[in-house]
Structures are given as structure tokens and as C-alpha cells.
């Protein structure tokens, strides 16, 4: 009698069991890297009776494991490195594309539309101070204009240099977590039991290194779990190398590995961040804020020499003499340090606006040089005019602007049909929850209803049998 | 394949994302009535409308130049057509003084008129332009000639100064006093110098000797030199107005650059202000039919089913 009792109740916890499981998986629906987890039911050992047979001793849940498909995890790893890196490239990219203002009042193009225009101005009033006087005011909105974006493009390297530390304590401390999940896990899953949880948990973390640095991960059937970055270990099981920021010579970073060997890094937000604070654009690598810093400072070379050039051949104001500069900048950091002369600066009238000595009142040969220089881009530094310059440099950030943002989007698809992917494998689905907990239920009911009948059995065996002696 | 709540979910939310998208930007491009707002967006379009903003702001300043160039000229034509008056009526006195009919006397009173215009004459190439001598070459800041009617600076006849009215191309503006007045007995002299005798002044001034002397030979020889300088001086007009003439053409060249540039360049960064309205609904259809089965999709399960 007790062998049937025993068969419904093992029937009733296993119900039980599974609905537990089915309560866990509804209620982690939404919990991010959360895989659902089914058990795993068997039959118990069968009782052999001699001359019946065998008879079944019931039912139990011997393991619970999680939906997982780790080929869908390996292709979310390897894909989930680049979206990082040309993310964080059309962030930066946009920003820099902002910084130059084009199109808009507050570009350089204005800037020198409008210098120009007072440098035309007074070419029909050279003597008059009051035309003289916008010439210095427009210079000087040029200057400034270099300046603040110098100033802006410099601060914008400077937050790419806070990120990329961010981005190493951050790959360092995931990388202790995974050591300590892979810890607990090995204590969990001694006897052979998967931590599913646990697991969901590193796969996580590993989901989000991922997008930091290019990462590979490799999980021995022993159970050690390594992640690598460029065929170097990062986690080995429970140990962890950290990487650390170096300066090379010429200031660029450099990420090391402890024993000062560099890190590979070849794709992730890491490398985009890299790539953008050392990429000066010579020898093929990526144009950078450097390559923009370099490209701002040639044209403030080129724009203040070639113009100085011609403004010294000019004669000031009534001034016998000539040689004066109009720009001036230091060499160290030409685009940060660019202004006026101060010659210009104290005395408008030695902008040299007469072609001949003596700087007759209404003598603008040298402002006429100055204007059509212009046009013809004669004596710059650079090939072509200042408009061209700019130009290109225009087309360069944008070009590289719609390349990150292009490579962003397909990459964004790609890792979207992954994910789609893992969500179909690993997802909750409330509609099959439902149905299992219904099927659950019934389970549990009928295994009621199996002690119930098997209690009026023992009730009549008990109760009702031999009343005769009584 | 199996489709979970959190894919349904998941893909609703990027889809309605990207329509959000496009009604972002569509509803950019209304209400500022540009077509980027980065140069990535449009990249040759940008580099387009560099080249147009640059342009316009040139054309615009040559076309003030050219006004600045015209209202130099005005003036310098007028100046010019008062010294022809002044040369017309000393020719007339001159021939009137010749005709043999006059004593002494008279010819007093027509010297005292000729120097009446002589005096005119140094006036005249005094005239100034909003403060600026005109005839002065360079030195705008100096009155060409003394009340003597002696060189009050000295000046050379390249002393001409040009205003741009295009890329490449340069108008001459002034008209050097030493053009109109002439030194030494010509019109064609490279320089002048401080206290030489503009040989405009010379003429008159040798007439008024003949006529105090009662000289009919030095009379009759200034009819011919006063008449000469007449037709120099309407020559040297004719120069201005040639000037003025191709200024005119050129300013009405420019107005239609410059009209040309903003077209193309609001062709290049304007809005079809009516097609982006018509997109921004259909984007706004889209965006809300969307909605509308992403929330029929993603509410009802089998929980709502269940008792």
C-alpha cells in the first residue's frame, strides 16, 4: 500500500518542482542574459516484484538546465566587438562634425567670408580708421574661431583619454567578476548540477566585455573557463591578468599587458577609442582628432605665412617702411596660439594696405593683393586656396562620419538577427509557461486525486475489514 | 522557431525607433527648412553650399563695389563737366576779347572774369568726395592744388587706385589731378611736383597776362590752347563715362550672379517645403499604424485566458 502512496506522492513533487521552475522562468522574463530553464524528469528506479514484473516506483526531477545555445553566444561575441567600436567612432565623429558648425553662421567659412569682405572694404577707403578698424575686429573673430576649436578639438581628445581609462577599469573588474563566477560555479557544479543562474550571470558580464574589446572565450570540458584578448588570457578560470594604460613616446596610449607586451586590441569600443585618440591619418591609420588637431595647425601655417607674405610687401598708413606681420602664432601649437600681430594689434594703421612706401591715403595696392590672393591661392602653405582647404577637410569628417555611422547600422543589424536568435532559443515564452503550468497543474491535481483513492482503500482496508471481532 | 514575448517586444520597440527616427528628422527638416544639419548627412551638398555661401558674399561685395566705384565716378563727372563750363565760357570771352571791338578797358573786365575762372578752376580741382580730395591720386587727405593754383602735393599719373568687382577682375576708379590739369605744357606728364603750374592754370593764366598787356597775339594763341584743353578735358570725360558705362553693365551682371548663387544654393540646402509635409504624414501613418498593432501584439497572451 505504501508503494502506491509513495509513486503519488513522487508524482506531486515533481509537479511541484516543475511548477517552480516555471514560476522562475515567468518571473525572470525580463531579467537581462536570463535563459529559460527547464527540468529534467525521469522515471524513478522500478521495483521488481517476483512474478509480477517490474513496477514503477514514480517519477523525478534530477536536474535543472538552462535553454542555451553557446554557437549563438560565440557570434554574439565576435560581432558584438565591432558595433562597439564604430558606436563609439560615430559618437565621437558627430560631435567633431558639430565642433566645425558647418553649415551654419558660426564656421570658419564665415569667419573668413567676413574678413575678407573688411579687407575688401577698405580697399575702397584705405585711410579711414572706421574701415580699417573691422579689419582687426573680423581678424580677430578668425583667430578666435581657430582658437576655440583648437581649445574644443583638444578637450574633445582629452574625454576620449577619460573613456579609454574608463573602458580598462571597467575591462579589469569584469574580468575579476568572471573569475569569481567562475569560482562559484566550479564549487556549484561539483557534483555535476549545472549553476544555471550563476552562468547566465557570466555570460552577461561576458556579454558586455564583448562590446569593450575584442574577447574569446573557451570553456574546457573540465569546466575552465579562459577569456582571451588577442590569444593572450585575460581570465584563466579563477586567475586574471589586468591590462594597464601606457604613454609611448610621442604621447600616443598604449594598452599593456602587465609584463609592458601591448594588448591587441583589434576591434571593440577600446579600439574605436584608440583609434580616435592616436589616429593622426599618415601611414594608413584611422583619421582621428589628432589628424584633425594636424590638419587645423596646417592651415593656420599656411593661411597666417602666405598672407604675411603679401601683407609685408604692404606699406601701413603714412609709413615709409614695411615688413610688418598681420597674423602671428607659436610653433609649438599653431592653431591654439593663432592671433594678430602685435603691431596690428596696438596700431591699425599698420595694416599694410598701400603698395608703395610713403602709404598714401588712398594707395590699396597691397590690400588688393591681399583679397585676390584668395582666388588664387597663391603663396599658401597648402595646395589650392584657404576655401579649398577648408573644404577638404570638410569632406574628410564627413566621409568618415557616414562610414561609422554606415557600419554602425549593418553591424547594429547583424548583432540584432543574433540577438533575435538568442531570444528565440533562450526566451521566456509567457503562452508556453501558461501551458506548462496548466499541464503542471493537472499533474499535481491527478497525483492528489492518486492519494485520495489510495487513501480509501487503506481507509476500507483499516475501517471497514473484519468488523466481526468488534 | 520559437517566438518569445521579449522578441515581439524587442523588435516593436526598434521598429517604432526607426520610424521615430525618420519623423525626427522629417520633422527637422520642416521646421528649420534645411536639408542637413550635419555635413555627413549630405556630404557634396555641404561642400556645395560652402562654395555658394563664399560666392554669394563676394558677388555681394563686388556689387557694393561697384555702387562705391559709380558714386566716385558720379562725381568725378561732374567735376568735370563744371571745368568743360568753366573752359567753354573762357573760350567765349577769349574769342569775343580777339575780335579787335574792345579797348583796354574791356579787356580789363574780361580779365578780371577769366580770373574769377581761374580761381573757379582751383576750386574745382579741390572738390572732394565724402571728405577725400578726387583728383589728388593717393593723397586723397591733401587738396590737389594751392590758391595759387600751384601743386599743393606731389603726384604721379600711376597713381590710380582700383576697386574689385570681380575674381579676378579690377575697375579703375580715380581720374589723377595731373590727367585733367596737365603740367608743363601737356596733358601726358608722368609727375608732378610740389609748386609746378598745371598747365590748365598756365593757359588762363597766360590769357589774363594778354589781356592786361593788350597782347592780340597772346590772345589770339590762347583761343587755340583754351580750345584744345576743352577737347582734353571732354575726352578725359569720355574715359569716365566709358568707365561708368561698364560698371552699369557689370553691376547688372552681378545682380543676376548673385540672384543665380542663392537659387542654386536654396536649391541645395532648401526643403521642398511641400514634399517633406506630405512625407512627414506618410512617416506619421506609418508610425501610428505601428503603434496600433504593436500594442494589439504584444497585450494579449495566454495569461489573460486563463481563470
Given at each position: 500500500?505504501?508503494?502506491?502512496?509513495?509513486?503519488?506522492?513522487?508524482?506531486?513533487?515533481?509537479?511541484?518542482?516543475?511548477?517552480?521552475?516555471?514560476?522562475?522562468?515567468?518571473?525572470?522574463?525580463?531579467?537581462?542574459?536570463?535563459?529559460?530553464?527547464?527540468?529534467?524528469?525521469?522515471?524513478?528506479?522500478?521495483?521488481?516484484?517476483?512474478?509480477?514484473?517490474?513496477?514503477?516506483?514514480?517519477?523525478?526531477?534530477?536536474?535543472?538546465?538552462?535553454?542555451?545555445?553557446?554557437?549563438?553566444?560565440?557570434?554574439?561575441?565576435?560581432?558584438?566587438?565591432?558595433?562597439?567600436?564604430?558606436?563609439?567612432?560615430?559618437?565621437?565623429?558627430?560631435?567633431?562634425?558639430?565642433?566645425?558648425?558647418?553649415?551654419?553662421?558660426?564656421?570658419?567659412?564665415?569667419?573668413?567670408?567676413?574678413?575678407?569682405?573688411?579687407?575688401?572694404?577698405?580697399?575702397?577707403?584705405?585711410?579711414?580708421?572706421?574701415?580699417?578698424?573691422?579689419?582687426?575686429?573680423?581678424?580677430?573673430?578668425?583667430?578666435?574661431?581657430?582658437?576655440?576649436?583648437?581649445?574644443?578639438?583638444?578637450?574633445?581628445?582629452?574625454?576620449?583619454?577619460?573613456?579609454?581609462?574608463?573602458?580598462?577599469?571597467?575591462?579589469?573588474?569584469?574580468?575579476?567578476?568572471?573569475?569569481?563566477?567562475?569560482?562559484?560555479?566550479?564549487?556549484?557544479?561539483?557534483?555535476?548540477?549545472?549553476?544555471?543562474?550563476?552562468?547566465?550571470?557570466?555570460?552577461?558580464?561576458?556579454?558586455?566585455?564583448?562590446?569593450?574589446?575584442?574577447?574569446?572565450?573557451?570553456?574546457?570540458?573540465?569546466?575552465?573557463?579562459?577569456?582571451?584578448?588577442?590569444?593572450?588570457?585575460?581570465?584563466?578560470?579563477?586567475?586574471?591578468?589586468?591590462?594597464?594604460?601606457?604613454?609611448?613616446?610621442?604621447?600616443?596610449?598604449?594598452?599593456?599587458?602587465?609584463?609592458?607586451?601591448?594588448?591587441?586590441?583589434?576591434?571593440?569600443?577600446?579600439?574605436?577609442?584608440?583609434?580616435?585618440?592616436?589616429?593622426?591619418?599618415?601611414?594608413?591609420?584611422?583619421?582621428?582628432?589628432?589628424?584633425?588637431?594636424?590638419?587645423?595647425?596646417?592651415?593656420?601655417?599656411?593661411?597666417?605665412?602666405?598672407?604675411?607674405?603679401?601683407?609685408?610687401?604692404?606699406?601701413?598708413?603714412?609709413?615709409?617702411?614695411?615688413?610688418?606681420?598681420?597674423?602671428?602664432?607659436?610653433?609649438?601649437?599653431?592653431?591654439?596660439?593663432?592671433?594678430?600681430?602685435?603691431?596690428?594689434?596696438?596700431?591699425?594703421?599698420?595694416?599694410?594696405?598701400?603698395?608703395?612706401?610713403?602709404?598714401?591715403?588712398?594707395?590699396?595696392?597691397?590690400?588688393?593683393?591681399?583679397?585676390?590672393?584668395?582666388?588664387?591661392?597663391?603663396?599658401?602653405?597648402?595646395?589650392?586656396?584657404?576655401?579649398?582647404?577648408?573644404?577638404?577637410?570638410?569632406?574628410?569628417?564627413?566621409?568618415?562620419?557616414?562610414?561609422?555611422?554606415?557600419?554602425?547600422?549593418?553591424?547594429?543589424?547583424?548583432?540584432?538577427?543574433?540577438?533575435?536568435?538568442?531570444?528565440?532559443?533562450?526566451?521566456?515564452?509567457?503562452?508556453?509557461?501558461?501551458?506548462?503550468?496548466?499541464?503542471?497543474?493537472?499533474?499535481?491535481?491527478?497525483?492528489?486525486?492518486?492519494?485520495?483513492?489510495?487513501?480509501?482503500?487503506?481507509?476500507?482496508?483499516?475501517?471497514?475489514?473484519?468488523?466481526?471481532?468488534? | 522557431?520559437?517566438?518569445?514575448?521579449?522578441?515581439?517586444?524587442?523588435?516593436?520597440?526598434?521598429?517604432?525607433?526607426?520610424?521615430?527616427?525618420?519623423?525626427?528628422?522629417?520633422?527637422?527638416?520642416?521646421?528649420?527648412?534645411?536639408?542637413?544639419?550635419?555635413?555627413?548627412?549630405?556630404?557634396?551638398?555641404?561642400?556645395?553650399?560652402?562654395?555658394?555661401?563664399?560666392?554669394?558674399?563676394?558677388?555681394?561685395?563686388?556689387?557694393?563695389?561697384?555702387?562705391?566705384?559709380?558714386?566716385?565716378?558720379?562725381?568725378?563727372?561732374?567735376?568735370?563737366?563744371?571745368?568743360?563750363?568753366?573752359?567753354?565760357?573762357?573760350?567765349?570771352?577769349?574769342?569775343?576779347?580777339?575780335?579787335?571791338?574792345?579797348?583796354?578797358?574791356?579787356?580789363?573786365?574780361?580779365?578780371?572774369?577769366?580770373?574769377?575762372?581761374?580761381?573757379?578752376?582751383?576750386?574745382?580741382?579741390?572738390?572732394?568726395?565724402?571728405?577725400?580730395?578726387?583728383?589728388?591720386?593717393?593723397?586723397?587727405?591733401?587738396?590737389?592744388?594751392?590758391?595759387?593754383?600751384?601743386?599743393?602735393?606731389?603726384?604721379?599719373?600711376?597713381?590710380?587706385?582700383?576697386?574689385?568687382?570681380?575674381?579676378?577682375?579690377?575697375?579703375?576708379?580715380?581720374?589723377?589731378?595731373?590727367?585733367?590739369?596737365?603740367?608743363?605744357?601737356?596733358?601726358?606728364?608722368?609727375?608732378?611736383?610740389?609748386?609746378?603750374?598745371?598747365?590748365?592754370?598756365?593757359?588762363?593764366?597766360?590769357?589774363?597776362?594778354?589781356?592786361?598787356?593788350?597782347?592780340?597775339?597772346?590772345?589770339?594763341?590762347?583761343?587755340?590752347?583754351?580750345?584744345?584743353?576743352?577737347?582734353?578735358?571732354?575726352?578725359?570725360?569720355?574715359?569716365?563715362?566709358?568707365?561708368?558705362n561698364r560698371l552699369e553693365l557689370t553691376q547688372s551682371r552681378l545682380d543676376l550672379n548673385i540672384n543665380n548663387?542663392?537659387?542654386?544654393?536654396?536649391?541645395?540646402e532648401d526643403v521642398d517645403i511641400t514634399e517633406v509635409i506630405m512625407n512627414i504624414s506618410m512617416a506619421e501613418?506609418?508610425?501610428?499604424?505601428?503603434?496600433?498593432?504593436?500594442?494589439?501584439?504584444?497585450?494579449?497572451?495566454?495569461?489573460?485566458?486563463?481563470?
Amino acid at each position: 500500500m505504501d508503494f502506491g502512496l509513495h509513486t503519488a506522492l513522487r508524482g506531486l513533487m515533481a509537479s511541484q518542482k516543475s511548477l517552480y521552475i516555471t514560476s522562475h522562468n515567468i518571473a525572470n522574463t525580463n531579467t537581462k542574459g536570463y535563459s529559460r530553464q527547464v527540468g529534467a524528469q525521469r522515471a524513478t528506479s522500478p521495483y521488481g516484484f517476483p512474478g509480477v514484473g517490474f513496477v514503477g516506483t514514480g517519477t523525478e526531477i534530477y536536474n535543472v538546465t538552462r535553454i542555451r545555445d553557446f554557437y549563438v553566444d560565440f557570434k554574439y561575441w565576435k560581432e558584438n566587438a565591432p558595433i562597439g567600436e564604430w558606436n563609439v567612432k560615430m559618437d565621437t565623429l558627430t560631435e567633431l562634425e558639430k565642433l566645425f558648425g558647418e553649415p551654419s553662421d558660426s564656421s570658419i567659412r564665415k569667419c573668413l567670408d567676413d574678413f575678407y569682405t573688411s579687407l575688401d572694404n577698405l580697399s575702397k577707403n584705405p585711410s579711414d580708421i572706421s574701415y580699417r578698424e573691422p579689419v582687426r575686429e573680423k581678424a580677430l573673430a578668425l583667430t578666435g574661431w581657430i582658437n576655440e576649436t583648437a581649445e574644443r578639438l583638444a578637450d574633445l581628445r582629452n574625454e576620449v583619454k577619460f573613456s579609454i581609462e574608463a573602458k580598462v577599469r571597467d575591462i579589469n573588474s569584469k574580468a575579476q567578476q568572471i573569475a569569481d563566477l567562475n569560482r562559484q560555479i566550479y564549487i556549484n557544479e561539483v557534483d555535476g548540477k549545472s549553476a544555471n543562474d550563476l552562468r547566465d550571470k557570466r555570460d552577461l558580464l561576458v556579454d558586455e566585455l564583448s562590446r569593450i574589446v575584442n574577447v574569446k572565450v573557451d570553456e574546457s570540458e573540465d569546466g575552465r573557463f579562459t577569456v582571451s584578448i588577442g590569444g593572450i588570457t585575460l581570465v584563466d578560470n579563477t586567475d586574471v591578468s589586468v591590462i594597464k594604460i601606457d604613454k609611448a613616446s610621442n604621447g600616443d596610449i598604449v594598452i599593456n599587458w602587465g609584463n609592458d607586451n601591448k594588448v591587441k586590441v583589434e576591434s571593440g569600443e577600446l579600439k574605436g577609442l584608440l583609434d580616435l585618440y592616436n589616429g593622426d591619418g599618415t601611414s594608413n591609420s584611422y583619421r582621428g582628432i589628432k589628424y584633425y588637431q594636424n590638419r587645423l595647425n596646417e592651415f593656420v601655417i599656411g593661411f597666417a605665412n602666405g598672407f604675411n607674405s603679401i601683407h609685408r610687401e604692404g606699406y601701413g598708413l603714412n609709413k615709409t617702411e614695411n615688413g610688418v606681420d598681420f597674423f602671428k602664432y607659436n610653433p609649438d601649437n599653431p592653431a591654439a596660439t593663432f592671433t594678430l600681430d602685435d603691431r596690428i594689434l596696438e596700431d591699425l594703421s599698420n595694416i599694410a594696405a598701400a603698395g608703395n612706401p610713403g602709404g598714401s591715403p588712398e594707395d590699396n595696392g597691397n590690400i588688393l593683393k591681399l583679397v585676390s590672393q584668395r582666388n588664387t591661392g597663391m603663396g599658401f602653405g597648402f595646395n589650392g586656396t584657404p576655401d579649398d582647404f577648408i573644404k577638404s577637410i570638410m569632406s574628410n569628417y564627413s566621409v568618415d562620419s557616414i562610414q561609422a555611422k554606415n557600419m554602425y547600422q549593418s553591424q547594429d543589424l547583424i548583432l540584432q538577427n543574433i540577438e533575435y536568435k538568442r531570444n528565440s532559443i533562450s526566451g521566456v515564452s509567457y503562452d508556453e509557461e501558461m501551458a506548462n503550468m496548466v499541464r503542471y497543474q493537472q499533474t499535481y491535481i491527478a497525483s492528489a486525486r492518486m492519494i485520495n483513492t489510495l487513501d480509501k482503500i487503506i481507509d476500507i482496508t483499516v475501517n471497514n475489514l473484519g468488523l466481526v471481532g468488534r | 522557431m520559437r517566438i518569445t514575448n521579449n522578441m515581439l517586444i524587442n523588435n516593436m520597440v526598434y521598429n517604432l525607433n526607426q520610424n521615430l527616427k525618420t519623423l525626427e528628422r522629417l520633422q527637422y527638416q520642416q521646421a528649420t527648412g534645411k536639408k542637413f544639419r550635419v555635413p555627413s548627412e549630405a556630404p557634396i551638398a555641404a561642400s556645395k553650399s560652402l562654395k555658394f555661401n563664399t560666392d554669394i558674399s563676394k558677388l555681394e561685395q563686388y556689387r557694393r563695389n561697384t555702387e562705391d566705384a559709380l558714386s566716385w565716378m558720379s562725381d568725378t563727372e561732374a567735376a568735370l563737366a563744371e571745368i568743360n563750363e568753366v573752359l567753354k565760357r573762357a573760350y567765349e570771352l577769349t574769342v569775343d576779347a580777339a575780335n579787335g571791338t574792345k579797348d583796354g578797358e574791356d579787356l580789363l573786365k574780361i580779365k578780371e572774369e577769366i580770373d574769377q575762372l581761374k580761381k573757379h578752376l582751383v576750386q574745382m580741382a579741390n572738390t572732394t568726395f565724402s571728405g577725400r580730395y578726387l583728383f589728388s591720386g593717393y593723397s586723397t587727405d591733401k587738396p590737389l592744388l594751392s590758391d595759387d593754383g600751384t601743386y599743393n602735393i606731389a603726384i604721379k599719373s600711376n597713381e590710380v587706385f582700383s576697386y574689385n568687382i570681380g575674381n579676378l577682375e579690377k575697375m579703375e576708379v580715380n581720374i589723377t589731378g595731373l590727367e585733367v590739369f596737365g603740367v608743363d605744357g601737356s596733358f601726358d606728364a608722368e609727375s608732378a611736383d610740389i609748386g609746378d603750374k598745371p598747365e590748365l592754370i598756365k593757359i588762363l593764366e597766360d590769357l589774363s597776362t594778354a589781356l592786361e598787356n593788350n597782347n592780340t597775339d597772346g590772345i589770339q594763341e590762347s583761343i587755340g590752347k583754351v580750345q584744345s584743353s576743352q577737347g582734353h578735358i571732354l575726352s578725359v570725360r569720355a574715359k569716365v563715362g566709358a568707365r561708368m558705362n561698364r560698371l552699369e553693365l557689370t553691376q547688372s551682371r552681378l545682380d543676376l550672379n548673385i540672384n543665380n548663387a542663392k537659387e542654386l544654393l536654396s536649391y541645395n540646402e532648401d526643403v521642398d517645403i511641400t514634399e517633406v509635409i506630405m512625407n512627414i504624414s506618410m512617416a506619421e501613418n506609418v508610425y501610428v499604424s505601428s503603434l496600433m498593432v504593436g500594442a494589439k501584439i504584444i497585450q494579449p497572451s495566454l495569461v489573460q485566458f486563463l481563470s
